[in-house]
């Protein structure tokens, strides 16, 4: 049984470029979340997908942010023409469509330089 | 109203001490109360979590008590041990378009001196 798994782990990118980050969630978990964490700070509700379909978007997902869960298993979320202030951890969360506990996957580090 | 506020920010405790970490929120609608864990450079990790039908539930050294009355809930950690050393968030969570969406506090990092 593996658990969520997210890559890259760190990303370091320079301002204006775009980045993709990827979440692979526990298999058979039809329900996705992406949270934004920054320094010293609880995660942040981003966006949620139950299967393909996105639900939900928080307005902190600018329309810099787009995120896609095609055929309903992993998620992609892509950032375009990157900011300092972007600079945080990316996590992505799954659960069933039948229990409420979300488990996280290690999150991915991104440096906007 | 969909904050979740956390004390203290920092925590320190000795060995085989108690560890207590506090939240309040004022949304009534929430319906969920998970503790999470998380360690220097990974995601947070769920420890435990209550319902707001229940005053308290226990699960090894980590006991969480809910008022609900009062809009409070806490997380006990008996026997505290340098590997309990983490972050820990509260966090609440709230039924939206079919999602159960977490919101949390801003954390208490415990360190448990040997």
């Known amino acids: 049984d593996t658990g969520v798994s997210q890559n890259p782990r760190h990303k370091i990118t320079k301002r204006g470029q775009n980045v993709t980050f990827r979440c692979d969630p526990i298999s058979e978990h039809n329900r996705l979340y992406w949270y934004r964490q920054t320094l010293g700070q609880g995660p942040e509700f981003l966006t949620y997908?139950?299967?393909?379909?996105?639900?939900?978007k928080s307005r902190l997902l600018s329309d810099r942010f787009s995120a896609e869960r095609p055929k309903g298993s992993f998620s992609t979320l892509e950032i375009q023409r990157t900011e300092q202030g972007d600079s945080a951890m990316y996590l992505c969360?799954?659960?069933?469509?039948?229990?409420?506990?979300?488990?996280f996957g290690p999150g991915t580090r991104l440096t906007v330089t | 109203q969909q904050q979740v506020k956390q004390s203290p920010q920092s925590l320190i405790v000795q060995k085989g001490g108690i560890s207590i970490i506090n939240c309040a929120y004022e949304?009534?609608?929430?319906?969920?109360f998970p503790w999470y864990q998380q360690f220097p450079g990974k995601g947070p990790a769920l420890l435990i979590a209550i319902r707001p039908d229940v005053s308290e539930k226990k699960e090894g050294r980590f006991t969480i008590s809910f008022n609900k009355s009062a809009k409070q809930f806490s997380l006990h950690i008996m026997d505290s041990q340098p590997g309990d050393s983490a972050t820990y968030f509260c966090?609440?969570?709230?039924?939206?378009?079919?999602?159960?969406?977490?919101?949390f506090g801003q954390g208490t990092r415990l360190t448990i001196n040997p």
């Open positions: 969360a799954s659960s069933t469509r039948d229990r409420v506990e979300q488990y």
């Open positions: 997908f139950q299967n393909e379909a996105q639900l939900e």
């Open positions: 949304n009534t609608a929430f319906d969920y």
């Open positions: 966090a609440a969570s709230i039924r939206t378009q079919g999602a159960q969406k977490l919101v």
